[in-house]
């Protein structure tokens, strides 16, 4: 039975591409005359340990109890190096008769939460993973999709994921934030009920993340801002995390907080998450006034991501405050012979923001 589980998920993983990290360890028996406590688990257990370059190294490893006809399989995540538990399973549960169902079940939570934990952007020390892989999937479909390109595709992506996993939380809270980007207040908070429900089976993280979804739902910024500081001191490393507190001091009118929260992790980590951080970023240096690395933001914007159009408005921006006019028209040339992607930008918007800042620096008649 231990072999078999083993197995599956060696086979699982080769499924889903991440076959090349995986190095299989056979199953081990319990000793003979040993303890069978579930407090005390086999001293060398079945265990399957990623290696590969992406992550970092964790152990797979798992027990198994007979009790009566009533099997019960346990599984933990453990860092390889350290020995640290990363990431304890509930137990999967089943009687002799369903084993083949509950063996489904455990490989694809183990493999989701491998998944999950292999990816930098996710910790499953404080956040937990969902129980399959396809859940998985299109919750980091997600990411690509949103802040102003494609709500469409993200709404659509978050809901297949808790179709596969309705109680993913990520999923859900990323679902409320996305509702409420494209201006679905009543959505959003029928979205914010059904997380409310799972509350009691949420991270500390993440209901300290549905406490911030609520205040913003109510418009309370402030408030808003306390829960993603107490966020970022949870998850320190976590360029999402980061990334959402300098927005929400962006949106508070703080830009030079905003800017020390961003340039540590900026530009080399805002290419997996879409154009907004590297946006924000320049956003705050215009409104400091610090017009030469302004432009440079927007220059490294525009070099990053040739269609977004936020970015030919900074560049306009930055040399109309300069007073390097014969530079605006070159700008509206290259923005007009590229197709913008964003949903709220086009041609004609990044002219009249231009010709605004043009106006704003005394030059009217150019305006």
């Known amino acids: ?117 292999w990816d930098w952007r996710f910790d499953a020390r404080i956040m937990n993973p969902p129980s399959s892989h396809d859940a998985l999937l299109r919750y980091v479909e997600h990411a690509g999709a949103r802040w102003g390109t494609d709500y469409e595709s993200a709404i659509n992506a978050l809901t297949e994921a808790l179709e596969f996993d309705p109680g993913f939380p990520l999923a859900r809270l990323a679902l409320i934030d996305a509702y409420q980007d494209v201006g679905e207040r009543e959505q959003a908070a029928q979205e914010l009920l059904a997380a409310e429900e799972l509350r009691h089976e949420f991270t500390a993280f993440e209901r300290i993340a549905l406490d911030d979804s609520r205040a913003r739902l109510s418009n309370r910024r402030l408030e808003a801002l306390t829960h993603k500081r107490k966020l970022l001191r949870m998850a320190p490393h976590n360029p999402l995390v980061r990334f959402a507190l300098a927005f929400e001091t962006y949106r508070l009118n703080r830009p030079r907080e905003t800017i020390e929260i961003l340039e540590p992790v900026l530009p080399y980590e805002s290419n997996l998450y879409n154009w907004w951080p590297v946006g924000v970023a320049w956003w705050a240096h215009h409104s400091l006034g610090k017009h030469e690395r302004e432009l440079e933001w927007a220059n490294l914007g525009l070099e990053m991501f040739p269609d977004v159009g936020l970015f030919y408005y900074g560049k306009g921006a930055a040399f109309a405050a300069m007073g390097r006019l014969d530079a605006l028209g070159q700008v509206i040339d290259e923005c007009t012979s590229v197709q913008l992607s964003e949903s709220n930008m086009n041609v004609g918007r990044v002219m009249t923001n231009v010709a ?3 106006r704003a620096h005394g030059h009217r008649q150019e305006s």
Not at 59 to 88: I, K, M, N
């Open 1 to 117: 039975l231990g072999q078999r589980a083993v197995d599956l998920i060696v086979q699982r993983f080769s499924e889903v591409g991440m076959a090349d990290g995986v190095l299989t360890m056979d199953a081990v028996p319990f000793p003979a005359g040993g303890k069978t406590r579930r407090e005390a688990p086999p001293r060398l257990e079945s265990g399957i340990q990623p290696v590969g370059e992406k992550g970092p190294h964790v152990l797979v490893s798992g027990s198994y109890y007979l009790d009566a006809e009533e099997l019960e399989f346990q599984v933990r995540l453990t860092d390889y190096g350290t020995g640290e538990l990363v990431y304890a399973f509930e137990p999967v549960n089943a009687t002799r008769s369903e084993v083949a169902e509950a063996m489904v079940a455990l490989r694809e939570r183990v493999v989701a939460a491998v998944g999950f934990h």
């Open 356 to 358: 605004l800042e043009l």
